[in-house]
């Protein structure tokens, strides 16, 4: 509530009101109590202000620092406080400026240090007060302000922080209240009094924000439809557009540079007489990373062929299920039903109770075995499919042929499994007499190597060859056999996998089971899946990466613009009918200075066609102006020089 105490006694305007009803005191917000917004002669602030006593004055700059910006704080209401406010401002303009500037060498005195924070209080209400229109209609209308503004821009030097503090609020409030200024006061309104200023305050100043600020208010004032005849092709503001553009980081800077650049483009001589700059085509190549660096990739890919393809890790198998040897089953197939199915299950299968056999499977192999055999060893005719599973239970008491429920219900012998054996103990076996010896159950080469030394041994001199597998090695004496017998003798190792052999094993099709007891009989899988991925733009870009866009655009339409000049008569032409050729006697100049402008800009483009393929932008009516500069760029021949 700061100092402020509730008068005692009522005069005047209060005065006049009856006594207020005595009730519970209401809760109102701080900063919305009525009387200090009140619209009567005698307000509280305004008198305050009027006082000249400091304690007065104070408390009221220090209130309305925090009322103005309250939409209850309208200037016109308060008759007098307008005035009473930029009278501070309008002195530091005039001379507060200078003498604060002069006596800053030393320690500035007390008096000249209370005037500047008036100062500052002062048009830092008239800025706050300024957003609300009300304020800035009442503000624009008078001519005073008009002036003041124009003053404080020409007289005040952004050199000190003091000084750029002013000339920030300076500029806020002329934003505000310069779309007013067309309305009530348009002649004052010139290039000199506030575009070139502000220009100069955006080329010259090293204050980021004095930057920022003075290009957005000059984008607004050009923005107003007169103001763009003020505009000129080498405007210090432009300068300084292009100037800061490669400070892509800084959003903000960049933000204020992409939007007086397309301001200042938007008005054509401008956009043409900036074909000719030379920075055009550092500029645009600028404008295109920016639109790269703000663009966000997604990737898509897109399959060729859409079927599903199962890897399964490679594995070494170590276990394979038993199978019947040549020998055991010509030993098997001799002997009589039902014995022969007795001894078949017993080579064939193992007790376990928590595995099991589908029927199927089980009377399948029991045919397969006995049934496929040529005429002469058919000696017993087959049992049938019931006999056969009744008999597991001879074998393996403890299995039982059983339905198990589902759907479709599985018939199945419980109880058995089929048997298997390590593959690993076959490793060290012999093939010796051309792979007929059947000693396989070495556990290492050693053993394996001592077992051979044996059969080498029982040949005489003169028969010293080579009997492993096939073999065709046949030597003179026992002598060299012996080692080279040793060359057959696998690695106590396992063999190292080739390098060139992959982790995964693809699979024919998702369901084949894996590992395989035998993968060479696995059919070939499909043919590798060709992923193609792309990328795509994910989000919508940032809003400079539209105005950004609208500056290429403007640019390229400026670069490409259709010659539509009737053609002329010359030798070969009869010239454009009802075109009167008043300067036909004139020699023709090769080219004027928009096709030079367009020559170059025309090449700029061509510059920046690798770039521009980067570009992605998820709108696809924007996407389509991309689309059309690189069709345009590439039809485009490189200039000849
Ligand atoms: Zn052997
Ligand atoms: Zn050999």
Request: glycine share 2%; aromatic share 8%.
């Amino acid at each position: 509530m700061g100092t402020y105490q509730k008068p005692v006694v009522f005069t005047g305007h209060y005065a006049a009101m009856p006594p207020a009803p005595q009730g519970p005191p209401r809760q109102i917000p701080d900063d919305y109590e009525k009387w200090y917004t009140e619209p009567i002669p005698n307000n509280r602030m305004l008198l305050s202000i009027r006082s000249g006593i400091p304690k007065e004055v104070n408390w009221a700059l220090e209130r309305m620092c925090r009322l103005s910006h309250n939409d209850q704080f309208v200037l016109r209401n308060i008759l007098g406080l307008t005035d009473a406010l930029i009278e501070w401002p309008e002195w530091y303009v005039e001379k507060g400026a200078e003498e604060c500037s002069q006596s800053n060498l030393f320690s500035m005195s007390k008096t000249l240090a209370t005037q500047r924070r008036h100062v500052l209080e002062a048009i830092f209400i008239l800025r706050n007060a300024s957003l609300n229109d009300v304020n800035a209609q009442f503000l624009a209308t008078d001519r005073r302000t008009l002036h003041f503004l124009s003053k404080a821009l020409k007289n005040v030097k952004a050199d000190s922080d003091a000084n750029t503090e002013f000339l920030l609020h300076v500029m806020d409030l002329l934003h505000s209240v310069v779309t007013y200024f067309q309305q009530a006061s348009n002649e004052y309104l010139s290039t000199e009094t506030l575009i070139r200023p502000l220009e100069e305050l955006a080329e010259s100043s090293n204050d980021r924000t004095i930057i920022i600020t003075a290009l957005r208010t000059l984008t607004h004032i050009i923005s107003l439809p007169p103001n763009a005849l003020r505009l000129t092709p080498n405007s210090p503001a432009l300068v300084a557009s292009v100037r800061y553009l490669p400070l892509l980081s800084d959003a903000p800077l960049i933000t204020s540079c992409l939007d007086y650049m397309y301001a200042h483009f938007s008005h054509p001589p401008m956009v043409k007489a900036f074909l000719h700059n030379p920075s055009m085509s550092g500029t645009l190549k600028l404008l295109v990373s920016l639109l790269l660096r703000e663009q966000q990739d997604g990737f898509t890919s897109v399959s060729l062929i859409p079927e599903s393809i199962k890897s399964a890790p490679a594995v070494a198998i170590t276990r394979r299920l038993v199978e019947l040897s040549e020998e055991d089953l010509n030993r098997i197939s001799m002997i009589p039903e039902p014995e022969r199915s007795y001894e078949w299950m017993k080579a064939l299968f193992a007790a376990s109770d928590a595995e099991e056999v589908t029927q199927v499977d089980f009377w399948t192999l029991y045919r397969e075995t006995f049934g496929m055999r040529p005429d002469e060893q058919q000696l017993h005719p087959l049992l049938s499919a019931g006999d056969v599973i009744k008999n597991v239970s001879h074998v393996f008491p403890t299995a039982q042929a059983m339905v198990l429920p589902g759907t479709p219900p599985r018939f199945v012998i419980k109880g058995i499994t089929r048997k298997m054996v390590d593959v690993t103990e076959e490793r060290f076996r012999c093939y010796w007499t051309r792979s007929t010896c059947q000693s396989y159950h070495f556990q290492s080469p050693k053993e394996l190597w001592a077992h051979v030394v044996e059969h080498i041994n029982n040949l005489s001199e003169e028969n010293a060859a080579c009997q492993w597998a096939s073999c065709q090695f046949s030597s003179t004496n026992l002598a060299t056999l012996i080692p080279h017998s040793s060359t057959h003798i696998p690695s106590p190792h396992p063999p190292v996998k080739p390098s060139s052999q992959l982790e995964n094993v693809t699979l024919p099709t998702t369901s084949f089971p894996h590992p395989s007891p035998n993968p060479t009989t696995r059919p070939p899988p499909p043919p590798p899946n060709p992923e193609v991925v792309y990328p795509f733009a994910s989000a919508d870009p940032p809003s400079t990466s539209l105005t950004t866009l609208l500056i290429i655009r403007v640019l390229f339409r400026a670069s490409f613009a259709a010659t539509d000049s009737a053609p002329r008569a010359d030798e070969d032409h009869f010239g454009f009918p009802g075109i009167v050729e008043e300067d036909s006697d004139e020699e023709i100049p090769d080219e004027d200075e928009d096709t030079k402008g367009q020559r170059t800009g025309r090449k700029a483009f061509t510059g920046v066609r690798k770039l521009l393929e980067d570009v992605r932008v998820k709108d696809t009516a924007l996407m389509a102006w991309i689309g059309e500069i690189l069709d345009v760029s590439i039809e485009e021949k490189p200039a000849n020089v």
